[in-house]
């Protein structure tokens, strides 16, 4: 036998551990905490081995989903899949982004490949062997890599931002042919021996409601953040005591320019003051300022006239003075006064003077966009980085270092979730300078935002439960309505229910005792386990418990439980009725309801079963895709 042959055998003998070793690696050397990749990459493996060909993979904007996506593609090579594609919006950046972070993965087990290599490089790719492949959702791209690679085989998709341009949205047309992007990822799905496909995103309502590559949304994986993530639960509580940064909201319809002065004389102030705070004068720290106002291309020459106009007047000697003062009175009206004590205004001024020709005011989204503007913005060199955006914003980039967001993207129709939630481009590590990020929003902006992610997190909570459904408001959407496959998808009003239960002695004493708040009397019987997840869902417990200062009651007609069998149209058996509406019969006309925020009622039959049914009286609609129930 031959070295060659010996080593040949010996790797065959050798069980693949790139995946313990990425653990390790993220443990030991970088300090990071592991438990939550962990836990999510065994849920994964096991639907795989449950036989499961396409789900989503859940997790909130910015919290660690490229982490996750290395750590799988390790633990897919040692499962001995052979070909992993990971597609992304298409946006250069973007693509530079997470092939860094691939590249860097030392534990990887082949050496990830673009679409560009491929092109100058047609035997790249090997059969047999292992492949990380990159492609941006283009269509020019896509149709290359699927020539490429049509001898690849044990195939997984790793589709990065899974609802975006993946969904097909020709499925309602009369004559239907699947919107290109969606039929070439079809494509790149199939194989020989099969393929799989696994999205991941934190927006998963429209890959559920399109039915996209038929994705289970009963088998989704959800992931928990990391451990420092600053998410919505920080940034949308709706307890103003709990808010640890900086709101300032304004009124956009009349678009003054000084909100956005003001806004970057802020920015400016709050820079200097966290380094000198930090010791960091000689060796400051940079950060950057991100402004949202449109949508659109190149639509961003106001805003970036005033921001150069304030750059430059701090360049330019002679122009200073009056900059220079606004800046002092700004400094008196953020700084507390022990704030003040600690960092005198002097030398925040002399810090901002020093630095003044450390600026740099970035276009995104540009014709100009190959000049790395996004790469930059999010990873802040210049001391004063300022990044003005549009869509591509919204999608998949890290903004590593952001101190401050103006946003002021408001639109004339309803707010689509998966949109709006996405713009969340504060989330994510923010916990060191936490208490001095500020968010400058549109007021009504901010209200709907903050629906749109009510709904979300509902929709969450019910999806977890196994009961996938979607919220929507009379000012937002779920989703898109050309992403929405009518052909498996109904649309409801009003109530919700959860699977029935046996009722006992406890639990009907505990559901009427009057001393506990409805909340307080099902959080007692979920901890007592005398009832499941699936008879009313904690994370939708969690949502209620973030509205408690609304009026939240729990309905029992007469101090009792009510029973199905009053109501002559029903299904007894099932606690159900066909055209719904069981609370707004129970609660209509009596008045010590007419204030109620959210109704919890339970309905029992007489076979001693009862099932939860819950009401918001806000106006709402549910979508659900029939293929789960």
Known sequence: MSMLDQIKQDEKNQKSNSYQRRISNLSKLQSKETKHIEAAIDEIMNRLKEKEKSFIVYGEPQSGKTELMLALACKLFDENFETIFVIMNDNVSLEDQNYDRFVDCGELEASPIRFQELKEDGLALIPGQKNVIFCRKNGNNLREILERSR????????????????????????????????????????????GIYIGVTATPGRCDLNNTFQNNAKKWVFVDPYPNY?????????????????????????????????????????????????????????????????????????????????????????????????????????LTEEERNKVKELEILRFIYKNKDKTKVLIINSKKENLGHSKIAANPKMQFTFALGGNIISRGLTFNNLLSFYFTRTVKGKYVHNTYIQRARMFGDRSKYLEHFELCVDKELLGWWKDCFKRHEMSLAHTKAQHPIWFESKRTKAADSRSINKDCTVNEQGEMKWDKFKLNDEIVRTLKDL???????????????????????????????????????????????????????????????????????????????????DLIMPIKNDKNQCRFYYKSMEEYKIIRNTKHF
């Open 151 to 194: 001898k690849l085989k044990k195939r997984v998709v790793l589709d990065d931002e899974a609802d975006f341009a993946s969904p097909d949205i020709n499925i309602n047309k009369p004559e239907y042919n699947p919107s290109t992007i969606n039929d070439l990822i079809s494509k790149l799905i199939k194989s020989e021996d099969g």
């Open 230 to 334: 600053i998410g919505r639960k920080d940034f949308f509580d709706n307890n103003t005591k709990n808010q640890k940064f900086n709101l300032k909201t304004i009124s956009s319809h009349h678009d003054n320019p000084k909100n956005l002065e003001n806004a970057i004389y802020r920015f400016l102030v709050k820079n200097a003051y966290l380094n000198i705070k930090n010791g960091k004068e000689d060796h400051p720290e940079a950060y950057s300022m991100l402004i949202h106002n449109s949508g659109k291309k190149d639509d961003h020459s106001e805003e970036r006239k005033i921001v150069q106009r304030i750059v430059n007047k701090l360049k330019k000697d002679g122009e200073d003075d009056k900059i220079f003062e606004s800046l002092r009175k700004t400094c008196c009206n953020i």
């Open 515 to 597: 001393t506990k708040s409805p909340i307080e009397r099902i959080n007692y019987l979920l901890e007592n386990e005398l009832i499941q997840e699936v008879n009313f869902p904690r994370f939708m417990l969690k949502i209620l418990k973030q509205n408690e200062t609304n009026n939240i009651m729990m309905v029992l007609p007469k101090d009792e439980i009510r029973t199905i069998h009053t109501l002559k149209d029903a299904n007894y058996d099932e606690i159900t009725r066909d055209r719904g509406g069981l609370i707004q019969a129970t609660v209509n006309a009596i008045s010590q309801y007419d204030n109620a925020q």
